[in-house]
C-alpha cells in the first residue's frame, strides 16, 4: 500500500518540518521532485563485513572445493550462501517443481540479521563441512579497525 500525503497551502494546522520542506522544493531548479520516506535501521557493521569477508568466506573456500565444488574465489562462495541461506522456496502447485529465490541481499540487512546469517554459515559449517569458525574477539577487531 502506498501512504501518500500531500501538502495542501494555506492549511494552518501543518507542522513546521512540512512548511520547511516545501520551502525547499519550492527552491529548487527542478519542476520534478521525489522524496522517498523509509524506516531506518542500522546496518551491518564494517566490522561484521570485514569478519565474514575475511575469515568466514576464504574458510569455507577450501572446505567445499574439498567437497568437490569447484568455487574459484570467495565471491562465488558469497553468492553460495546467499543463495543458501537468504532464499525462499516457491513451489508450483501444479508440477511440484521447486524454485528458490533470493529474499534479501547481505548488504541490506540489518546488524541482527547479518549476525543471524553468519551464525547459520557457522552452524552449516560445522554440521556438513565439519569445519569451524572462529567467534570473532576482542583480539580480532582490535587489528581490523
Known sequence: MNNRFYIVKGRDDIPDIFIKLEKYIDDLDSNIVQIVVTKGRKGRTNR?????????YPILLPQFNRLGWEFTSIDEVHEWCLNKFCSKEYINKHTGEVVYLRDISSSRMNTLEFMTYIDNIS?????????EIPAPTLDYWKGKE
Open 123 to 131: 552452524d552449516f559449517a560445522i554440521e556438513f563441512l565439519d569445519t
Open 48 to 56: 561484521q563485513n570485514a569478519y565474514l569477508w575475511g575469515v568466514v
